[in-house]
């Protein structure tokens, strides 16, 4: 798997006239930060977000890195942070000069939730909802994906439901716990013909964050 990739970059420069305007009210007698950040200054709760901080003419490991309601990790211009609660975190740069506490920016970011994974099996999910009895019966179980997401994270059904309807008006209701086809659930595959239809509904998941979350229902029809 690869590693979770969400660097913000801050580039902090150097005013030989102190400053203090309406967001930093406690830069005092020292710098204004000039700072970009590549995601939008958005942190996502729950999950590890790398930092990379530097400021010019300070060593890295003369920096200390602070937030406000979360803990800061990491040292030498590499830190992270698993934000608790949505919202927003100010991350503060400061640093020792002898016996002073410099404080050479700071920086507000939105905390938002992870998005909610996309069910699927075998690459077909709701947008392209048709599936071929061979490959139905290759797959082994649902896949939960964030799609379209800055992190690679992994996301696992721990249970769900499979209501298959036949063309005959036969509805069958199976569960399984876990991401897995349940061997009843492959049985009853062998059985479908074309048009026939079934839904993975109430499947419950895992999060990163540790929660357990609700995926939207995953609708497919034989071709």
């Avoid at 799609?147 to 569960?175: G, H, M, P, W």
């Amino acid at each position: 798997m690869r590693k979770i990739i969400l660097f913000f970059f801050y580039f902090i420069s150097f005013y030989s006239i102190a400053q203090v305007d309406s967001s930093n009210q406690y830069l005092k007698n020292i710098t204004k930060p000039v700072v970009s950040a590549d995601m939008m200054n958005v942190l996502y709760q729950g999950v590890k977000n790398p930092l990379s901080i530097a400021v010019p003419n300070i060593p890295c490991e003369s920096l200390i890195v602070t937030a406000s309601n979360n803990t800061v990790f990491g040292n030498n211009c590499d830190y992270w942070i698993t934000p608790k609660s949505k919202g927003q975190t100010k991350i503060i740069v400061s640093s020792i000069n002898k016996n002073d506490t410099l404080i050479h920016g700071e920086y507000l970011f939105r905390v938002k939730s992870i998005p909610k994974p996309t069910p699927s099996i075998c690459g077909t999910n709701n947008i392209d909802n048709i599936i071929t009895l061979g490959k139905l019966n290759s797959c082994q179980g649902l896949i939960l994906r964030y799609e379209n997401f800055d992190f690679d994270l992994r996301v696992v059904a721990k249970s769900f439901e499979l209501v298959i309807y036949q063309k005959d008006c036969k509805i069958t209701k199976l569960k399984s716990f876990g991401p897995r086809f349940t061997q009843e659930m492959k049985t009853k595959f062998k059985t479908l013909e074309s048009g026939d239809s079934f839904v993975f509904k109430n499947i419950l998941a895992l999060a990163p964050d540790g929660n357990i979350i609700e995926v939207v229902d995953l609708r497919i029809k034989i071709k």
